[in-house]
């Protein structure tokens, strides 16, 4: 369970700055977000991490979830 501070982000993840309504709804998200760039498969190739591939609404189910399980 991630802790208060995790819950109630202070500042963007790495979607602000973002032009699409999509994206810009989850920067408060705790996860933080890449969007489609060589930055984040940099990043995920770096860690040994996979990429999660959000492909609209389906997804968004589980965001809630990743916030509070996986952190």
Not at 37 to 65: D, M, V
Request: proline share 10%; glycine share 6%; aromatic share 16%.
């Amino acid at each position: 369970m991630p802790s208060d501070d995790v819950k109630k982000r202070k500042t963007p993840n790495s979607l602000y700055g973002e032009k699409s309504p999509y994206l810009l709804q989850h920067i408060w998200n705790p996860v933080n977000w890449y969007p489609w760039s060589e930055e984040a498969f940099q990043k995920a190739k770096k860690e040994g991490k996979p990429i999660f591939l959000s492909i609209g609404y389906a997804t968004c189910h589980w965001l809630p979830c990743y916030g509070t399980r996986v952190l």
